[in-house]
């Protein structure tokens, strides 16, 4: 098992930017894929984007060529880079840990994963 720490999320207007951060916690993230989720008011969790141990990355279509996905391996820590941001890009995001097989339709499936960090809201103003 492993804890994951997110930062803060924050308000930001349409068209800004924004980083959020996932932090291992106790643990190392070596041979743990990290993916990036989030959940809108009254819709189910979705997938947003997720990276592999070496580096290999996926993305959502809705955020492609928008969000950014990296990893320092030394600190054990993930980022989500968000650019451009949309008011529909509104929700409480969410990282996460698996170990499932690098396959894109498993690391997009929430089920997969095992361990999630304790969520950060993302407001977009319009």
């Known amino acids: 098992q492993v804890q994951l720490v997110q930062s803060r999320g924050g308000l930001v207007q349409a068209g800004g930017s924004l980083r959020l951060s996932c932090a291992a916690s106790?643990?190392?993230?070596?041979?743990?894929?990290i993916g990036w989720f989030r959940q809108a008011p009254g819709k189910e969790r979705e997938f947003v984007a997720a990276?592999?141990?070496?580096?290999?990355?996926t993305y959502a279509d809705s955020v492609k060529g928008r969000f950014t996905i990296s990893r320092d391996n030394e600190q054990d820590t993930v980022y989500l880079q968000m650019n451009n941001l949309k008011p529909e890009d509104t929700a409480v995001y969410y990282c996460a840990a698996t170990r499932v097989a690098w396959i894109a339709v498993l690391v997009s499936n929430k089920n997969m994963y095992d361990d999630w960090g304790q969520g950060t809201q993302v407001i977009v103003s319009s």
């Open positions: 106790g643990r190392t993230l070596s041979n743990y894929a």
């Open positions: 990276i592999r141990w070496s580096g290999d990355s």
